[in-house]
């Protein structure tokens, strides 16, 4: 029997190519995309089960998410959706900060929150993350929103690790790297498909032993 994975995100960009290769090695693609199905045509090719009209910052939207998948068991979650705006100070657009918290931070633990009964032990859950959530790392300033929002999302991560690991599941916050999507523009320097193969080489590789990590998708470990 076939291992499952839900996506979320899974109509363009990181999330497609992670349901192209995933269903490129015999996976059950679970794609999640807030898009109706008749707009996510290319996911079609690839999911086995598409969950449309999903809006991850929705509790009655996730709750719908948790009943249509019933009592499907997940091998691998992968929190994707993410949004990225820019601020500068001085003209700080605080709904702009708040809304990235919610899809960034919260919307991926109110997930978790919600599909704890299609996860057991052996489950694996990775957050999207991003580099730019590393406060170490910080040096260049500015992107108050998805910086915060990002961190946030580090910080819930770690915290699932530590509360899941007793249950055998297992969790990793993953920097996909500088992908050419449209969240930049394209101006990336990998392509989605690299991206997609690191992150599953890395869901992969993760133990409960390295459980909580914060990782690069080219393998080096970030620091927080």
């Known amino acids: 029997m076939s291992s499952t994975v839900l996506i979320t995100g899974a109509n363009r960009g990181v999330g497609l190519a992670l349901a192209h290769h995933y269903h490129a090695n015999d996976w059950q693609v679970i794609g999640v995309c807030r898009c109706s199905v008749a707009?996510?045509?290319?996911?079609?090719?690839?999911?086995h089960q598409i969950i449309d009209g999903i809006d991850v910052t929705q509790t009655a939207d996730v709750e719908r998410l948790a009943a249509a998948l019933g009592d499907q068991r997940l091998q691998?979650?992968?929190?994707?959706?993410?949004?990225?705006?820019?601020?500068?100070?001085g003209e700080l657009d605080f709904d702009s900060i708040r809304q990235q918290m919610e899809v960034?931070?919260?919307?991926?633990?109110?997930?978790?929150?919600?599909?704890?009964?299609?996860?057991?032990?052996g489950s694996k859950i990775a957050n999207i993350t991003?580099?730019?959530?590393?406060?170490?790392?910080?040096?260049?300033?500015?992107?108050?929103?998805?910086?915060?929002?990002?961190?946030?999302?580090n910080a819930f991560g770690r915290s699932l690790a530590m509360d899941l690991k007793p249950h055998g599941i297992e969790v990793i916050q993953i920097h996909p790297g500088y992908v050419q999507t449209?969240?930049?523009?394209?101006?990336?320097?990998?392509?989605?498909?690299?991206?997609a193969a690191g992150i599953a080489e890395r869901i992969s590789a993760l133990t409960l032993e390295?459980?909580?990590?914060?990782?690069?998708s080219n393998g080096t470990e970030l620091p927080w």
């Open 76 to 89: 691998v979650l992968i929190n994707n959706a993410g949004l990225l705006s820019d601020e500068s100070l």
């Open 210 to 216: 390295t459980t909580g990590g914060f990782w690069h």
């Open 39 to 47: 707009d996510a045509t290319e996911l079609k090719a690839f999911a």
């Open 130 to 153: 991003s580099r730019m959530g590393s406060i170490a790392d910080n040096d260049s300033g500015g992107r108050y929103g998805y910086r915060a929002s990002k961190a946030a999302l």
């Open 182 to 195: 449209r969240m930049v523009n394209f101006g990336g320097l990998i392509t989605p498909q690299q991206a």
């Open 104 to 121: 960034n931070a919260y919307a991926p633990l109110r997930v978790v929150e919600a599909l704890l009964n299609n996860l057991g032990s």
